[in-house]
């Protein structure tokens, strides 16, 4: 079965640097997301990308958030200074149609 | 988008059947019904998805009454392997935009031996 991959599984991280989280959607599909689970809490939307471009974004994606999708078929979150707070689990989805979204199996983040 | 609610948690035996069951007064003409399950440090898993009716696939059946208003996830005679917290999502299904699906906060099963 085709899945989503996502590297590392997890990243520890100094408050202040950059971190990039990478994720290999499943080939054929054209919608791609970014979602963050901080532990005990839901799953929260960040951004949903499609066409080379992002569609939809939420609150918390502000400007230290940025994503790409530089080759065609990684698709990157990169966070430029992190902060304590963005300690979570960082998924990766990608759709090929309607709403059946594969998830990775995440990339946990911890600032310290 | 519609929101949504479900019980915060239920408890069921092995073997049982478990309904739960999900609100969504506001949905929108165009929004399909779907349910994730997930696992602690796992992504969500997609179940099952519909859009009126009743749909049934190798997991579980989903009912979902003329209104629209709710929908019931049924998974039949669960194991313990079935503990985890499951999602209902409202959703438009449209091409040409990646449409945020916004997770609620989810129902977490318990399934006791």
């Known amino acids: 079965e085709p899945e989503v991959t996502q590297t590392p599984s997890h990243q520890v991280t100094q408050m202040g640097q950059e971190v990039i989280l990478r994720c290999v959607p499943i080939?054929?599909?054209?919608?791609f997301y970014w979602y963050r689970q901080i532990l005990g809490q839901k799953v929260e939307f960040l951004v949903s990308?499609?066409?080379?471009?992002?569609?939809?974004k939420s609150e918390i994606f502000d400007d230290q958030f940025s994503v790409e999708r530089p080759d065609g078929s990684n698709f990157t979150l990169k966070i430029r200074s992190t902060k304590l707070e963005d300690s979570a689990m960082y998924f990766c989805?990608?759709?090929?149609?309607?709403?059946?979204?594969?998830f990775g199996q995440g990339t946990r983040l911890t600032v310290v | 988008l519609a929101k949504t609610t479900q019980p915060i948690s239920m408890d069921s035996y092995e073997g049982q059947e478990v309904n739960i069951t999900c609100s969504h007064n506001n949905i929108a003409t165009n929004d399909y019904i779907t349910w994730y399950q997930q696992f602690p440090s796992q992504g969500p898993r997609f179940i099952i998805q519909?859009?009126?009716t009743k749909v049934t696939n190798e997991v579980a059946s989903l009912f979902i009454p003329a209104d629209r208003k709710s929908s019931t996830l049924s998974l039949p005679r669960v194991s313990l392997s079935d503990t985890a917290v499951y999602y209902c999502?409202?959703?438009?299904?449209?091409?040409?935009?990646?449409?945020?699906?916004?997770f609620g906060s989810g129902t977490q099963l318990t399934v006791l031996p």
């Open positions: 990308f499609y066409n080379n471009e992002i569609s939809e």
């Open positions: 519909g859009y009126k």
């Open positions: 080939s054929n599909h054209l919608y």
């Open positions: 999502l409202v959703a438009l299904i449209s091409s040409g935009s990646a449409r945020q699906l916004t």
């Open positions: 989805a990608s759709v090929e149609r309607a709403t059946e979204a594969f």
